[in-house]
Each structure stands twice: as C-alpha cells, then as structure tokens.
C-alpha cells in the first residue's frame, strides 16, 4: 500500500439493504465494512444476499491500484449501479464474492 493509503475490512452483523425504486436489491445481515483512506465507508455484501436476476453485467471496468479491477452491473435506469471485484489483490482477498452499492440503507 502507499505510504498513508490504508484499507480495512471488517465483518458486521449490522443490517445492510439496498433499495432502489419499489424493488429490493439486497439485504444482508453479514456485510464486509470497507475503510478507505480518502473514501467514504463502503458494504460489500455477498453475492448469495444480491439479486443479480434483476441486475445486468456492464461493460464498465476499473482498476484501483488497491483493489484491483471492478466489474459493474447496472439497472435499465441506473448504469454501473453496482460493483465487485472478482479477483481482488490479495490484501483485500475477503471482498471476492461480495458487491458493492452507492446507496446503503443501514439499519441495527
């Protein structure tokens, strides 16, 4: 990592749910807390609590030098609404299988 660049991940019973028009995206009780030197606190939720029958795969593709390359999914309304990382470097390996929202309801 940079020097003064920090990521940390904790796991969280809070409940996490995603919300978007009248449709529920995802809901979990067991998301990963992403800290981010410089970003605002992300969930990354697991994939088995998202439903991705209602979301679309993108073309859209990041590289984040901590990261690694994220893939998008988008709603017909909302382009590249969420992403994941599907072969995260290995400092932030706990993040596989898990996706990621702009907009979090957390609740508990």
């Known amino acids: 990592m940079a020097s003064g660049h920090t990521i940390t991940i904790e796991k969280s019973d809070r409940h996490v749910r995603v919300v978007h028009g009248d449709a529920v995206l995802a ?15 992300r969930y990354y939720i ?9 979301l679309t795969p993108s073309e859209t ?38 996706l990621c929202f702009y907009e979090v309801e957390v609740t508990g």
């Open 27 to 41: 809901e979990s009780d067991r998301p990963l807390v992403l800290s981010e030197t410089g970003s605002p606190v």
């Open 46 to 54: 697991p994939a088995e609590d998202v439903r991705l029958d209602l």
């Open 61 to 98: 593709h990041t590289v984040c030098p901590f990261k690694g390359t994220a893939s998008y999914w988008s709603l017909p309304d909302a382009p590249d609404l969420v992403w994941a990382y599907p072969d995260p470097r290995s400092d932030v390996a706990e993040i596989k299988d898990h």
